[in-house]
């Protein structure tokens, strides 16, 4: 059974950052872009697992700090010519609390 539980405040995802929340099977990265909306991807890359939430996060994307693959915040795909998905957990902003689907 899954539920939605309150992870922290939209302050604390800095603008163009991440925050790692602890979880299994895999820990999850909530990233936000210079807007201000909120992703969340697994901490894992789909190229060989390096950890995203160490990224650098620009436009909708966040650059992995292996080799550098480019992942997209929202859909969590590869960029081509790379080909690979990071699982995305579902995320959503309410009252200025950011919650995850946990289960
Ligand atoms: S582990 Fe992410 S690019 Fe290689």
Known sequence: MTEWKKICSLEEIPLLGSRVVKAQPLDIALFRDGSGEVFALHDRCPHRGGPLSQGIVAGRHVTCPMHG???????????????????????????????????
């Open 69 to 103: 693959w480019k992942i997209g915040l929202a859909d969590g795909e590869a960029q081509a010519p790379d080909k690979g998905c990071a699982g995305r957990p579902e995320v959503k902003v309410e009252d200025g609390g950011v919650y995850l689907r946990l289960g």
